[in-house]
Every structure is written in C-alpha cells, then in structure tokens.
C-alpha cells in the first residue's frame, strides 16, 4: 500500500518561501508513468494543482504560479519536495502531495494522498 | 486552458435517492476525466477515472459516463456516508466541486 506523507514548517512569514516535504513509502517514486504532484486547498475552497515532477527531474508547473514555483526528486530518499517563493496570505492552504498516474492512452488520476499540512502565512 | 464547471453546486438528497452530478469541460477532453469524493478533514479519495472505471475499492453505487465535454458522476443510491463534496478533474484542472447534502 502506498502512502505519502507531508512534511514542513506550518507557518511561514509573508514574502518568504514555503517549503515542504513529501515522504514516499510502500512504492518507489521511480516507477514509469506516475508523476508526483502537489495539490493545495485553501481552507473552505476548492482544489488546485501546483505542479508536478516525474523521476526524470522533468516538471510542469500551474502557469499561475509558474514564477514561483520549484518542484524536485530525491530518488535515493523517495520523496519529492516543494518550494514557493514571495509567498502571501492568499497562499495559506492545506498543501496536498499526491501520486498522478498519467498512461499513454489514458488521462490523469491521482491515485495516492498525503492526509495533507496546513500552512499558515503570517504577516 | 480547459476549465472544468460543475452543476449543481449544491444537491440536498436524502439516504436511498439517486445523485446525478454533472462536469462539464470547454473543449474535448476525450474520456481523460476523473472523479473525488472529499469529506470534512480528509484527503480527496479517487472514485473514477477515465471517465467511467471505478478505483480500486469504491462501491458499484457509483458509475461515470461521458466523453468529449459531458460527463456525469451517478450514486444510484445513496448511504449517509456518502454525503461529502465531489470534484472532477482533467489533468492539471479541478472543477469547483458539487457538495452532497441533506
């Protein structure tokens, strides 16, 4: 059984960057055709995709928050990580790590959560 | 950019009646169509993808269907448990969810 796990500071101050942590375990963050990919929620809204990186080290980013943005791989730890710079109080959210299965005939799903972390920007 | 809507944006049920949810894209996404269910303080939970294959583990209660720009999300009959927010997903786009309520 896969799981994922999220990790970081739960407050971060505005202007700095957010970094966080998704630890991979019960499968291999190597394994062809699963990317992996953050996901945010900010509290009583609805989901966003940030980005997502695959054991290559290749990513793609929300064009939104392209400019701020850093995803990267540790295969050797199996986890992923996640930056985001400038950061403001429209960033607070609960922060998602997920496993994103995307086949050559088939679309996107993501299979595998993290049970999410909630980080607060303070001014 | 595809933008995912869904309708209604809130459906007041009671146990045992059929849910119908409906996602709708502003261009063909083929059958590259997912579903979630979340609940309060949980993690969003896959139930479909491509449009009409159920994830491992979710009751036969609920079916997808569609292709191109509609799609449906059906509970044909539903369990307390089942009362909780429901997003459709296209790759890097969440629709803004449909909430299942009493």
């Known amino acids: 059984q896969v799981q994922l796990r999220e990790s970081g500071p739960g407050l971060v101050k505005s202007s700095e960057t957010l970094s966080l942590t998704c630890t991979v375990s019960?499968?291999?963050?190597?394994?062809?055709?699963?990317?992996w990919s953050w996901i945010r929620q900010p509290p009583g809204k609805g989901l966003e995709w940030i980005g997502y990186?695959?054991?290559?080290?290749?990513?793609k980013y929300n064009p939104s928050l392209k400019s701020r943005v850093t995803i990267s791989i540790d295969t050797s730890r199996n986890q992923f990580s996640l930056k985001l710079n400038s950061v403001t109080a429209a960033d607070t959210a609960l922060y998602y790590c997920?496993?994103?299965?995307?086949?050559?005939?088939?679309?996107?799903?993501?299979?595998?959560w993290g049970q999410g972390t909630l980080v607060t920007v303070a001014s | 950019e595809i933008v995912l809507t869904q309708s209604p944006a809130t459906l007041s049920l009671s146990p045992g009646e059929r849910a119908t949810l409906s996602c709708r894209a502003s261009?063909?996404?083929?059958?590259?169509l997912a579903w979630y269910q979340q609940k309060p303080g949980q993690a969003p939970r896959l139930l479909i993808y491509?449009?009409?294959n159920r994830a491992t583990g979710i009751p036969a209660r609920f079916s997808g269907s569609g292709s191109g720009t509609d799609f449906t999300l059906t509970i044909s009959s539903l369990e307390a448990e089942d009362f909780a927010i429901y997003y459709c997903?296209?790759?890097?786009?969440f629709g803004p969810g449909t909430k299942v309520d009493f």
């Open positions: 997920a496993r994103d299965f995307r086949g050559g005939d088939s679309g996107s799903y993501l299979d595998y």
């Open positions: 019960g499968g291999s963050v190597t394994r062809g055709s699963y990317y």
């Open positions: 990186v695959y054991n290559s080290g290749s990513t």
């Open positions: 261009q063909s996404v083929r059958n590259y």
């Open positions: 491509d449009a009409s």
């Open positions: 997903q296209e790759r890097n786009t």
